[in-house]
């Protein structure tokens, strides 16, 4: 057991990356504006007091002195809640499945069994009051805001089938109205201006399909009529999109059928999920010897399998690689007259997928960590990419400088891009706080918790037997069986509560299987070996291949790699600005020192500066602004973010677990903190 939990204690050394050269900084301040007394691990969420629930600031609009905030409930909460029956079916209850979240995240998820609808919140510039203007039916949530003419929209999402999506609109006097409605659809979200018409995507009920061919998603591309809000006009059905409205991601809790709008050179670009890889259409009024659909508008993939400049689809794999959960989604966004595309993958499946096969192997069922692994660790491999628009090629070409920010990190989408003070903005989601769930038991986090931390976290895994033990039948059971498997794991905690760290011996008696199999398949290469005894070579690839079958070594390899990229990765958001998308200045890349702060999707561009929105799921989205200092007297020399958490160390110095400084190099072989992250000392793999 022992060698089980630490084995990935062997690589913890961080991998460095190289970085491009940053782009000349600009001074800047960043403020927190909602609760700006609160910390990491404090309720937070908006409204004054704090909501845990509001966790998802995900679009902003403006209209005069109010910011108009669209919110997302929970969605982790959600998630626990849609995958709690499937664990309730095998003999687990909702209550011990939620026992066992709240020890893998340590209470950080909040539990919610109410599954209320979104706020759409108002803030005020000039007072800075925040306040709740309007609240959606059960599971519908909001994934977008516009502001067009003197009205503000607002799109809806829900993952429940029987309920309606719709697109809402705040007029001057304050009042709300559902101006167009659908089901079958998963988002509407994706919006933009094209020839003085607002544009939305997503699907629309009202369209016939073909009798004898079911359509599982009827995607839509809807115009408005300036002249009546209620009046949403098709200029694109399911039909101009070939075999995408099939695909299983359009109707999936994650999906949506298009995820982005964009107007640039005379077309609407329109991104929609895809398993191979994301497809970007085009489409624009048919002109004279273009094929006009029955709306009168020509559409063509500029980039999917189907397309033969760009292919496939901006996915790294000729041809897609299905199940492997990359580059499913993207996004498009114009800035300086330049059309950019960036990518998203599914880190969610993945992290769902490797939970459950850990609960299987736990409980005795036949399954190899490779197995669940495997999407987890083929996402981890795939660093997300900014692509530039060759409007005299026609090809989307990867800026390579920013990939280069992007690699052994735990950074799994890009969400946002946005404009201000002339500076395109980027914005990242970091999946390193959940994978720090999975692999906490190697990856420091139980050895850098307080005593206090490490007895919550005993007394959660024994209600999680507790819980199990209640439920279970005979011995046999799976969940006595997991109640044993836990309850060796809380043995083992036990001799840590007053430790600093694993002691060398234990570490040292770990052995890499993968480092030795790998040295006996190269002495079986070896001419001498063969010389000496000609059966010898193939007797040893045989014991190696053998090892490897017993032990899942391809599952070995996948978690050390895991576990190393989260070790070495900041947690938290990254943020990075740019001019020229060659060059690229870092703001953040720990979420604002919270690395809870795991998603940024929103800006807001103002004259007072640059307003910010997050989402934490564990204690409630936050609202910052940026401000540009370039313009302004005082400290015009430094680059820095004001207001903010600090995390001031001295560049180099090596800390010990519990704090305490170290002059020069470590001379005792253990964990230790140097520059915010974890490194291994005096060990080698």
Same mark, same amino acid.
């Given at each position: 057991m022992k060698k089980q939990l630490l084995m990935g204690l062997l690589t913890l050394l961080p991998t460095a990356a190289t970085i491009a050269d940053a782009q000349e900084a600009t001074p800047? =301040?960043?403020?927190?504006?909602?609760?700006?007394?609160?910390?990491?691990?404090?309720?937070?969420?908006?409204?004054?007091?704090?909501?845990?629930?509001?966790?998802? =600031?995900?679009? #902003?609009?403006m209209r005069g002195d109010e910011i108009y905030i669209a919110t997302t409930r929970n969605i982790a909460s959600a998630l626990v809640n849609m995958y709690a029956p499937a664990f309730a079916a095998g003999g687990l209850s909702v209550d011990a499945f939620w026992d066992m979240i709240n020890l893998v995240s340590n209470g950080d998820i909040p539990r919610n069994d109410a599954n209320e609808g979104a706020n759409i919140i108002s803030y005020n510039r000039k007072t800075g009051e925040f306040k709740v203007i309007y609240t959606a039916e059960s599971a519908v949530y909001f994934r977008m805001a516009v502001t067009y003419g003197d009205n503000v929209y607002f799109g809806s999402y829900t993952a429940r089938p029987d309920v309606g999506q719709y697109i809402l609109r705040l007029d001057p006097q304050g009042n709300f109205t559902k101006v167009f409605q659908t089901t079958g659809s998963v988002s509407l979200r994706a919006n933009c201006v094209y020839d003085d018409h607002l544009f939305f995507a997503g699907a629309d009920a009202r369209e016939e399909v073909a009798e004898g061919q079911p359509v599982p998603t009827k995607m839509a591309i809807l115009r408005k009529s300036n002249e009546d809000d209620t009046q949403w006009d098709r200029v694109a059905d399911y039909k101009d999109f070939g075999v995408i409205p099939y695909d299983g991601i359009m109707?999936?809790?994650?999906?949506?059928?298009?995820?982005?709008?964009?107007?640039?050179? $005379?077309? @609407?670009?329109?991104?929609?999920?895809?398993?191979?890889? *994301?497809? @970007? *259409?085009? $489409? /624009?009024?048919?002109?004279?010897?273009?094929?006009?659909?029955?709306?009168?508008?020509?559409?063509?993939?500029? !980039?999917?399998?189907?397309?033969?400049?760009?292919?496939?689809?901006? &996915?790294?794999?000729?041809?897609?690689?299905?199940? =492997?959960? /990359?580059?499913?989604?993207?996004s498009v966004y114009e800035y300086k007259g330049q059309l950019f595309a960036y990518n998203f993958d599914h880190s969610f499946g993945g992290e769902a997928q490797a939970f459950a096969g850990i609960i299987q192997q736990l409980t005795g069922a036949d399954v190899k960590a490779s197995d669940y692994l495997y999407y987890m660790y083929n996402s981890l491999q795939n660093p997300q990419k900014i692509w530039r628009l060759n409007d005299e090629t026609g090809k989307f070409e990867e800026c390579k400088n920013f990939t280069k920010y992007m690699e052994n990190t735990t950074n799994e989408y890009i969400w946002r891009m946005g404009e201000y003070d002339d500076q395109l903005y980027i914005a990242t989601m970091d999946a390193g706080i959940f994978y720090g769930y999975l692999t906490q038991l190697t990856n420091g986090n139980f050895l850098l918790m307080t005593p206090e931390e490490r007895v919550t976290k005993i007394q959660y895994l024994d209600k999680v037997i507790?819980?199990?033990? !209640?439920?279970? &039948?005979?011995? %046999?059971?799976?969940? !006595? %069986?997991?109640?044993?498997?836990? +309850?060796? %794991?809380?043995?083992?905690?036990?001799? *840590?509560?007053?430790?600093?760290?694993?002691?060398?011996?234990?570490?040292?008696?770990?052995?890499?299987?993968?480092?030795?199999? +790998?040295? @006996?398949?190269?002495?079986?290469?070896?001419?001498a070996i063969s010389e000496s005894d000609p059966e010898l070579g193939s007797k040893l690839r045989q014991f190696v291949a053998d090892l490897r079958s017993k032990i899942d070594m391809k599952g070995i390899v996948m978690y050390n790699y895991i576990n190393n990229i989260v070790v070495s990765s900041d947690w938290g958001f990254d943020l990075f600005r740019t001019s020229d998308a060659e060059n690229f200045e870092v703001i953040t890349r720990t979420g604002f020192n919270d690395k809870y702060n795991y998603g940024c999707p929103s800006f807001l561009a103002t004259e007072e500066g640059l307003y910010i929105g997050t989402c934490n799921p564990f204690y409630g989205g936050q609202l910052y602004l940026l401000t540009n200092q370039k313009d302004q007297p005082g400290d015009d020399d430094a680059t820095a973010i004001n207001q903010l958490p600090a995390q001031a160390q001295p560049a180099g110095a090596y800390?010990? #677990?519990? $704090?305490? /400084?170290?002059?020069?190099?470590?001379?005792?072989?253990? @964990?230790?903190?140097?520059?915010?992250?974890?490194?291994?000392?005096? *060990?080698?793999?």
């Open positions: 800047y =301040t960043v403020v927190k504006v909602s609760n700006p007394d609160r910390g990491e691990r404090e309720v937070d969420g908006l409204i004054a007091g704090g909501d845990r629930e509001n966790s998802y =600031t995900w679009r #902003l609009a109707s999936s809790w994650a999906g949506a059928p298009f995820w982005e709008l964009a107007s640039h050179n $005379g077309y @609407i670009y329109a991104t929609a999920p895809s398993t191979p890889g *994301f497809v @970007i *259409f085009r $489409g /624009r009024p048919a002109q004279d010897g273009e094929e006009a659909n029955e709306y009168g508008w020509h559409w063509e993939e500029v !980039a999917g399998l189907n397309n033969g400049i760009n292919n496939p689809g901006l &996915s790294d794999i000729v041809g897609g690689e299905p199940g =492997t959960m /990359r580059s499913l989604i993207g507790k819980s199990l033990l !209640a439920t279970a &039948s005979s011995k %046999i059971d799976p969940a !006595a %069986i997991l109640a044993e498997k836990l +309850g060796q %794991i809380k043995s083992f905690l036990q001799g *840590f509560l007053d430790k600093e760290t694993v002691s060398p011996e234990a570490l040292q008696e770990l052995q890499s299987s993968e480092a030795i199999a +790998g040295e @006996i398949e190269t002495a079986a290469d070896d001419p800390y010990t #677990l519990s $704090g305490q /400084r170290i002059n020069g190099q470590p001379t005792a072989p253990g @964990i230790y903190i140097q520059n915010g992250r974890k490194v291994l000392k005096g *060990f080698t793999r």
